[in-house]
Structure formats: structure tokens, C-alpha cells
């Protein structure tokens, strides 16, 4: 095994481990609040369908990347290639969706009352719900398209017309279907891109407003505030070390479309810097929790 292929793998290898360690710990810590009494807030419905679509993100990349990269590029059959990648594509949508809609969220909550987006405060809460739903949806139906194209490395010996996928092959389809669903994945991604880093602004905006009212604020209230103040600083760490990762990762799986033939390491570096946000998101959201049991705690 080359030097190289063996740091890639014990990169991979701690990124899986930590991630699933990390999100492992978050739905534990959603547990004790529950044993615990704390009260749930709307945005812990959220986190935790981002918890879930990470752990499967790393399940289905992470795992078998890691596996590949240390050598094993035949451990998976037809039919594992399919589910492997189709639930990858589904959990990074919910993924990308949820963080969306935290932030969108956390943005309306902070909104002073008499603004507009502050008067949907009580009606917002309802529709957390069936917006994830619908975001699972969507995204089950829209990348209904991967398991036609996904197969075994078994089945492309000695045969044209298919894209390595080290472990994996995809079946490369008709020119305008690949153009029409290639537009379809990227609009919905950059909407949901679009209204994260509107929403991070105009919090940000929110909170400088926010500080300059909070010395006049009684003790009580200031406790409420210091929680939705920690709550929003939070989104916007993640927001901002989603937008990080994705957009190098983008950058880096453009650049392959540059270089003549495969470049191996420009693979392994675009999938690494696609697993940092599943594998560092839960401990952004374990601090926050921590912070948030020891207020409610003495208080």
C-alpha cells in the first residue's frame, strides 16, 4: 500500500470514528434531557433529523470509502452499491434541509415581535414537522434515479460506458438526462445554500440589535435572552462550517473535470472535506447543550 493511500485511510478512518462517536453522544444527550425534565425545544426536532441523516452519511461514505482506500474495492455487490449510494445522496439532502431550516428557524425566533417574520413565532413551531417530512420526500423521490444507475465492480469487467467510482460503478446515462438531473441536484442545493446564508445575516443583524437592548433587559429575561443569544451563535457555526466544507468540496469535484483522467487524491481530498460536516456537526450541538442543562440547571 502506497504512503499516501494510507494516510487518506486513517484520515477516513478517524473522520468515520469521530462522527459516529459525536452523533452517537448528541442522541444520548437527547435522552438524559428527556430523563432529565428538561423541556424540549422546537429546534431539538431538527437537530435531531441532522443527527440522523449525518450518521447515515457516515455509514454509507465514510465506512465504505475508508475500506476502499485501505484496498477492499470489491466487498460490495450489485445491490449494496445501490442502497449504499441512494441513502448517502438522501441523508446529505436532509442533511443540507435541515440545516436550511434551522437557520431559517432560529432567524424568525430572534426576530423582534413586531416585525414581520417575528409574528410568525407561534404558527412556525406547527410546520416544523411536516417540513422535515416533506423534505424526506422530496429527497427519497428526487435521487429515486441512483439505484437505476449504480452498480457492483463485478459487472464493468471488460465492459465501456461506465464511471469508477472506486468501489462502486454508475452506468453513465443519456448526455441530457445526466445535464436535467445534474440541474435539478444543484438548483435545490444552492436554494437551500441561498436561504442559509440569508438567514445567517440577518441574525447577525439581529444580534448587534439584540446587544444593544440586552443591559436594559431584567435578570430573568436576560437568562432567556442569553439562551436564544447561545442558540443562534450555534446555527451560525454551523452554518458557516457547512457552507466551509461544501463549497471546497464542490470546488475540488469541479476541478476533476479538469484534470485528464482520475486524480486520485483530488477524489479522496473531495470526499474528506465532505465528511468534516457530518463528523464535526454533533459536537458543535453537544456544546451547546451542555450550556444550555447547566442554565437550566441553576435557574
Known amino acids: 500500500m502506497a ?58 461514505k465514510g465506512i465504505p470509502q475508508t ?15 445501490k442502497f449504499v449510494f441512494y441513502f448517502h445522496r438522501v441523508a446529505r439532502g436532509i442533511s443540507l434541509g435541515s440545516t436550511s431550516l434551522l437557520s431559517i428557524f ?36 428526487v435521487n429515486g434515479f441512483i439505484p437505476v444507475v449504480m452498480t457492483d465492480m463485478w459487472n464493468t469487467r471488460n465492459r465501456t460506458g461506465f464511471s469508477d467510482f472506486i468501489y462502486c460503478a454508475v452506468v453513465k446515462p443519456n ?29 447577525v ?16 429575561v436576560s437568562t432567556k435572552s442569553s439562551l436564544e443569544s447561545r442558540a443562534t451563535q450555534t446555527v451560525l457555526i454551523l452554518v458557516s462550517s457547512f457552507v466551509l466544507f461544501y463549497t471546497t468540496s464542490a470546488i475540488l469535484t469541479m476541478c476533476l473535470t479538469f484534470v485528464n483522467g482520475t486524480s486520485k487524491w483530488l477524489v479522496s481530498a473531495s470526499v474528506a472535506m ?8 454533533p459536537f458543535v450541538f453537544i456544546r451547546h447543550y451542555i450550556s444550555v442543562f447547566r442554565l437550566c ?3
Open 3 to 60: 504512503a499516501g493511500d494510507l494516510v487518506m485511510g486513517i484520515i477516513f478512518l478517524s473522520q468515520t470514528a469521530l462522527g459516529i462517536l459525536g452523533n452517537s453522544t448528541l442522541f444520548f444527550s437527547f435522552i438524559l434531557a428527556d430523563f432529565t425534565g428538561i423541556k424540549a425545544r422546537p429546534t431539538d426536532l431538527i437537530v435531531k433529523h441532522l443527527t440522523w441523516a449525518n450518521f447515515i452519511v457516515l455509514l454509507c
Open 67 to 81: 475500506m476502499a482506500t485501505f484496498g477492499q474495492t470489491h466487498f460490495l455487490d450489485n445491490v449494496a452499491c
Open 106 to 141: 432560529q432567524y424568525i425566533m430572534i426576530s423582534p415581535n413586531n416585525s414581520k417574520c417575528g409574528q410568525l413565532k407561534v404558527r412556525i413551531i406547527k410546520f416544523i414537522g411536516p417540513s422535515l417530512s416533506l423534505c424526506w420526500v422530496l429527497h427519497l423521490m
Open 175 to 203: 448526455y441530457l438526462i445526466y445535464t436535467l438531473y445534474a440541474v435539478l441536484l444543484a438548483s435545490t442545493d444552492v436554494m437551500c445554500l441561498g436561504l442559509m446564508l440569508w438567514a445567517s445575516v440577518s441574525m
Open 205 to 220: 443583524f439581529v444580534l448587534i440589535k439584540h446587544k444593544q437592548r440586552v443591559r436594559h433587559i431584567h435578570r430573568s
Open 274 to 281: 465532505a465528511a468534516c460536516f457530518p463528523a464535526l456537526c
Open 297 to 299: 440547571c441553576t435557574h
